[in-house]
């Protein structure tokens, strides 16, 4: 009996994690259906990001696809930043920094927003993708 009561909590473990992964699953299937309408796209816990043309959407993946949409076109941005818990970080760092990695945007209306990543290197790639389209996008105003 008392070896049928250990084996209990390891159970709920395995229980957890399989309802985990079906959960994670159902989230990359809703954001492979959101992505197709996107040029280019990422993935991650924090954030489903989108871009087409001269704009990019971003918002908070869930099993129904991605919620709290923002959308911001190339033209509003006055500034891109890639930030380390909330200061900015040289793209050329070579070592993966330690702590939240964000992409922000300096609005040209003072406001900032901010895309949150959990890889570093995929950040990186982002910002260098974005940085000249913005420059380009500016200097056409």
Known sequence: MER???WLPLLGLFIW?????????QKLEAYKT???QFERAKYDIYAALGQSDKQ???GRPTRRGPIQLQT???PEIKQIDLTIAGEPIA??????PKG????RFSLQDGQT?????????IAQSWYVFLAPHIEAAQGSL
């Open 4 to 6: 049928g009561l250990l």
């Open 17 to 25: 994690l399989t309802w985990a992964g079906w959960n994670e699953y």
């Open 34 to 36: 959101w992505a197709s």
């Open 56 to 58: 990019l959407t971003w």
């Open 72 to 74: 911001l076109a190339y």
């Open 91 to 96: 793209v050329e760092t070579a070592e993966p």
């Open 100 to 103: 939240r990695i964000n992409l």
């Open 113 to 121: 927003a901010s895309i949150p990543f959990t890889d570093w290197e």
